[in-house]
C-alpha cells in the first residue's frame, strides 16, 4: 500500500494484491494465483478514527472442472471505517473494516460482504 496526504484528514492511495492458495477437495489438490488492485480514499474524523471508501479490481482464478481452471475479473466497492495506533514518530497500526457494497453470493470470490484488513503504514 502506498499513499499520501491531500490534506490534514484526506488520504488516498493505492495497493497491489496477491493471493496463493493452495487446497485439497475431494482427494484433488488445486492450486491458483489471485492478483489485482485497489485504490482508497480515507477521511480522518478524529486523532486514531477514519472512514475510508475502496475500488478493489481482482483476476480471480478458480476450478471449472476437473481438468483447469478459469479466471474471471471482479470489481468491487468497499465503505467502512478503520483505528489506527502509533508505533513510533513514523509508523501506525491500523484495522480496517469495510462492507463490501456490491457484493453477490453467487458471484464473488469472498465468502461474505464484510472485509478485514491489517497492516502498518511507515511514514518518511
Known amino acids: 500500500m502506498i499513499g499520501t496526504h491531500l490534506t490534514q484528514r484526506i488520504s488516498v492511495g493505492m495497493s497491489l494484491l496477491y493471493r496463493y492458495r493452495r487446497e485439497k477437495r475431494s482427494g484433488r489438490e488445486f492450486t491458483s494465483n489471485d492478483y489485482g488492485m485497489a485504490l482508497f480514499a480515507r477521511y480522518r474524523v478524529a486523532r486514531s478514527f477514519y472512514l475510508e471508501t475502496d475500488y478493489e479490481y481482482l483476476d480471480h482464478e478458480f ?40 457484493h453477490d453470493e453467487s458471484g464473488t470470490p469472498y465468502g461474505d460482504p464484510w472485509v478485514v484488513r491489517f497492516g502498518i503504514g511507515v511514514g518518511f
Do not use: K
Request: a positive charge; hydrophobic letters at 30%; aromatic letters at 10%.
Open 63 to 102: 476450478a471449472r472442472s476437473e481438468s483447469g481452471t478459469t479466471r474471471r475479473q471482479y470489481h468491487s466497492f468497499l465503505a467502512g471505517g478503520g483505528v489506527t495506533t502509533p508505533l513510533s514518530a513514523n509508523s501506525v497500526m491500523y484495522l480496517s473494516v469495510l462492507y463490501n457494497l456490491n
